[in-house]
C-alpha cells in the first residue's frame, strides 16, 4: 500500500524532492503535479512556488528523457517569473536534446545575460556556435530568433543568491542535463580532434609528455567521443605522476568504450601507485577477462596481489 501524501503545498514540493533524488522520477514528477493543482485550486496568486513546482517537475522530465514536457513545464514557470535559471538551462538542455540548436542557443545566451559566469551555458554557446554555424553557414547569426534583453532587475536577483546557492544551482542542472545533452560534434571538428590527437601521440613518441597533454586537451575540445584520447592522455599524466588525473582519463575513456583494455591497464598502475591496491586488481581482472593472455596485465596483477596480502 502506497504510503499516504501530505495535504499541504509545502510538504507535497519536499517529498517530490526526495523523490527525485531516490531517482523516482515519475513519482516525483506526479506530487509535483499535484502540488502544482492544489496550488492553482486556491484561487490566489502564489508565482514563484508555482513557478518552482513546474521548473523541478520538469526536471524529472528531461531524467526520464520527456524533453517536449520538459520544455513545455519550463515555459510555463518562465511566465510566471521570467528569467528563471533553472528553466532556462533545462530548457535549453532539452532543446539541444531534441536538436533544436537555434532555441538551444537564444536560452543559452539569455543565461549568459544573467550571469556570465554559468560555466554549463558557456560550454553550451560553444557547442551551439560550433553546429549551427555548420548547418546554416557564416549568416547563421542573421536567422537565429531574437534573444530577449534581460532587465536589470532579473540579473540583481539572481546576483543577490548566495554564492554558494549559485554554485549549487548549476551543479545540479549540470548533473541533471548530463544523460540527455547531445554531445555535438560536427565533421570538421572531428577532422580537428584526429589531427590533434596524432600531433600528441607524435610528442608522447619524443617524450614530451607535458606538451602531448595540452594536444590530446584541445583534441577533447573540439570532439569528446574519442575513447582513445583520453586513454593516451591518461598515459602521460602516469609518466608525470599525476595518478588522480590518469584515473579520471581513464574512466572517462572506458565510459566510452568498456573494452578499452589500455584504460583499464592505465587506471590499474594509477590506482597502484595510490596505493588503492582493490581497485587496481579490480582493473586488472577486468582486463583480464578481455585479454586472459595480456604478459604485462598477469605481471601487474602478481605484484598488486602481494601488496594486498
Given at each position: 500500500m502506497a504510503p499516504k501524501l501530505p495535504d499541504n503545498v509545502e510538504a507535497l514540493r519536499v517529498a517530490g524532492n526526495e523523490?527525485?533524488?531516490?531517482?523516482?522520477?515519475?513519482?516525483?514528477?506526479?506530487?509535483?503535479?499535484?502540488?502544482?493543482?492544489?496550488?492553482?485550486?486556491?484561487?490566489?496568486?502564489?508565482p514563484e512556488e508555482e513557478s518552482v513546482l513546474y521548473s523541478n517537475r520538469a526536471a524529472c522530465h528531461l531524467k526520464d528523457g520527456n524533453c517536449r514536457d520538459c520544455i513545455k513545464d519550463c515555459t510555463s514557470a518562465l511566465a510566471l517569473v521570467p528569467f528563471g535559471m533553472k528553466p532556462l538551462l533545462r530548457r535549453a538542455s532539452a532543446y539541444e536534446a531534441l536538436e533544436k540548436y537555434h532555441l538551444a542557443y537564444v536560452d543559452y545566451k539569455t543565461i549568459l545575460q544573467i550571469d556570465d559566469n554559468v560555466t554549463s551555458a558557456q560550454e553550451g554557446i560553444n557547442r551551439m556556435t560550433r553546429v549551427l554555424m555548420d548547418s546554416l553557414g557564416p549568416e547563421w547569426r542573421m536567422k537565429l530568433p531574437s534573444i530577449p534583453?534581460?532587465?536589470?532587475s532579473a540579473q540583481k536577483r539572481w546576483n543577490s543568491s548566495p554564492s554558494e546557492n549559485r554554485r549549487d544551482i548549476e551543479e545540479s542542472i549540470s548533473k541533471e542535463t548530463a544523460s540527455t545533452k547531445s554531445r555535438v560534434s560536427s565533421a570538421g571538428d572531428a577532422e580537428r580532434a584526429r589531427v590533434l590527437k596524432e600531433e600528441g601521440n607524435e610528442l608522447?613518441?619524443?617524450?614530451?609528455?607535458?606538451?602531448?597533454?595540452?594536444?590530446?586537451?584541445e583534441s577533447l575540445l573540439f570532439s569528446n567521443l574519442e575513447s582513445a584520447t583520453y586513454?593516451?592522455?591518461?598515459?602521460?599524466?602516469?609518466?608525470?605522476?599525476?595518478?588522480?588525473?590518469?584515473?579520471?582519463?581513464?574512466?572517462?575513456?572506458l565510459k566510452l568504450d568498456s573494452r578499452n583494455v589500455k584504460a583499464f591497464y592505465r587506471r590499474a598502475q594509477a590506482y597502484k601507485a595510490l596505493k588503492d591496491y582493490k581497485s587496481s586488481f579490480a582493473d586488472i581482472s577486468s582486463?583480464?577477462?578481455?585479454?586472459?593472455?595480456?604478459?604485462?596485465?598477469?605481471?601487474l596483477r602478481q605484484e598488486v596481489k602481494q601488496n594486498l596480502n
Open positions: 523523490s527525485f533524488r531516490n531517482g523516482q522520477y515519475a513519482e516525483a514528477s506526479a506530487i509535483y503535479g499535484r502540488a502544482l493543482r492544489m496550488l492553482q485550486a486556491r484561487g490566489s496568486s502564489h534583453l534581460v532587465p536589470l608522447v613518441k619524443k617524450g614530451n609528455h607535458k606538451k602531448a597533454i595540452e594536444k590530446y586537451s586513454s593516451n592522455r591518461a598515459l602521460c599524466y602516469l609518466v608525470l605522476k599525476q595518478y588522480k588525473e590518469a584515473v579520471k582519463d581513464c574512466s572517462e575513456a582486463l583480464l577477462q578481455i585479454e586472459p593472455k595480456n604478459g604485462p596485465a598477469q605481471k
